[in-house]
């Protein structure tokens, strides 16, 4: 089977501790630690393969313990792997802290993933795909490099602009065929591409916009697809000539939303794989597969296989 979706990002090793509410600043409380693979791309890679379709990722490790365990964890999920080994950068790694009721607060220390550089890229890897995914989690030039090759190629480009930065190059948004931000990413992208109309904007108050004003908001950008994940209110999908909002799957109890955002991204583009490229029926599928991935603990570890997919979707 060939590869139908090639994930270019990140891999951090995920260093979690769960409490009851988060720490105040300079407060000192218990938590339980977990150590599991981590990192947006990674994670999104993970999302895919569980879902069926035949994936790679494309990554940048350290020549440490967390480098070497992780390539077991891909031969175990059956993802074809192109890991660059750096010699004098450690893997990278993320702290996080879940509280009792499954939010996040996250820090990158990307390491090893910044540099990941263009000679890496298995170019033929990327013109094969159907899809290609990346996000702002390695180095940006590589990033941006990865997506003009797919663009060229014909295939396929989702960016997931997570953590936002906007130090990207401007020639970065016209190879990018559907952008998936979350809403703060999103907000952060509407005051950064106009500044004079929505200074006062922000992730909250983008609930109380009328689904009208939001399409309004995504076609500033210049990108045809635009999907802002909206957590538990679901997803906004908005197209060049449509759009709608489409509720999320909120049935089940809510654990840990590390790694949701990755769920959706890899669901969506296998989805998009599987559904003959409709953006509607993908968004669902990625709502789903969110939704699920919030019940359980961790990014990676969270994300559901096929079966349990397949009896909630048809
Ligand atoms: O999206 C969740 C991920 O963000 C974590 O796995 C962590 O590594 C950070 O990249």
Known sequence: MS???VVVGSYNQDLSWICDEFPKTEET?????KMRTGGKGSNQAVAVARTGIKTAFVGSIGNDSFGKEVKQFYVDEGIEFFLTEQE???????????????????????????KLSPLDIPENLVREAQVV???????????????KTARDAKVT?????APMRLDFKPGLIDNIDILIPNEIEFTQLIKHFCPKLYMDFTENTIHQLSEEKLHQLCRNIGIDTIIVTLGHHGCFVSTNDNFKLLPANN??????????????????????VQFNKDILKSAKFGNLVAGLSVTKLGAASSMPYRDEINSLFY
Do not use: M, R, W
């Open 251 to 272: 049935h089940n109890k809510v654990i840990d939303t590390t790694g949701a955002g990755d769920a959706f991204v890899g669901a969506f583009a296998s989805g998009y």
């Open 88 to 114: 004098d950068t450690p893997t990278g790694t993320a702290g996080i802290v879940v509280n009792s009721i499954g939010q996040n607060k996250i820090i990158v220390s990307p390491g090893a993933n910044d």
């Open 133 to 147: 995914i990346c996000q702002f989690e390695s180095q940006l030039n590589t990033t941006a490099y990865v997506l």
């Open 3 to 5: 590869i139908k979706i």
């Open 29 to 33: 409380i218990f938590g339980k630690f």
């Open 157 to 161: 480009t989702i960016l997931n602009p």
